[in-house]
């Protein structure tokens, strides 16, 4: 979904990257001395968040244009496993390390690579890119356990919720893809007394720090957008409920669905946007740590990007409630 040219400059700034299977994204990063509260919080994509002008464990000096996403699925395809979706709700997709440029990359470190279906199968999604090896061993749900954080497992298996496969799939997706590109989860930051999987934890509960400050379900509804199979919305009203004085700048909203000049309603309009809502993609620099979870709210249009992909004819944009049982 995002932009041609930004795909193309990640796929530049992949190709001039080091073999992404070592342990850090700094080469001769030393697990001492990342003490951060001796560190005054940088703003990420600014002047100071660099290495060698900042500690690359205290700053986000390598994907520090970050992305809160949200889903509003209908049916998970898990029903019947008991896998179903949080009521009055969207549910959490990730938390997205992007270059400041608005460019992005992929699967940082193959050492921590608990994706059970690598998506794309290469770090470069070209053939001739390194392939990413699936991962057979036990889901990643598992490694909450020896920390003691049943409590984080329930509530990751009620508000982050996969669509056509287990939800620890697709928490292992998101942490390997993702969370391996950003500079404070690199394993050096967490000194020698590292327990394994500490940053997996660290990740799961930031991701979900960002989505408890961004109700997307209660914004929209405050505004009387509500989901239903029979009233349709306009863009323009939705992007207003979800940026001034909600989040403050527009996010990226996300539709699929049939385009709307391929519609009944639509048909020989110039309108090739999307018409059904189904995320949110909320943009921010960050202070300090990522794991802080305080960040500056920017637009998704920073660096000359769209702000979505959705119709945009008034009452083009669907909002569809669930399926029968397809929520708690």
Known sequence: MKSSLAAAASVWLLSSMPAPA???LYPGLSELNHTCALEKPVLSCSAGAVPGKTDTCCTET???LVLATQFWSTWTGLEA?????????WTLHGLWPDFCNG??????????????LPSPNTTTGKPDGTPVPAYTGPNIGTFLEPFGKFDLLAWMNKYWIAQAQPNPDFWG????KHATCFSTYDVECYGPTYQPHEEVVDFFETAISFFQQLPTFDWLAAAGIRPSNSTSYSLSKIQRALSLPRFGVKPYIGCSGPRYNATEKGKGSLDNGFTQLTEVWYYYHVYGRTQNGKGKPVGADINGGSVSNCAKTPGAVHYYKRG???ER
């Not at 460019?103 to 059970?116: E, F, I, N, V």
């Not at 997706?173 to 390997?176: G, K, M, V």
């Open 324 to 326: 029968t049982g397809s």
């Open 173 to 176: 997706h998101e942490f390997s």
């Open 103 to 116: 460019s992005w990359t992929q699967y940082c470190d193959l050492k921590r690579q608990y994706d059970p």
């Open 81 to 89: 496993q008991g896998q179903v979706l949080p009521k009055n709700s």
């Open 62 to 64: 390598f994907g520090g």
């Open 22 to 24: 070592m342990a850090g």
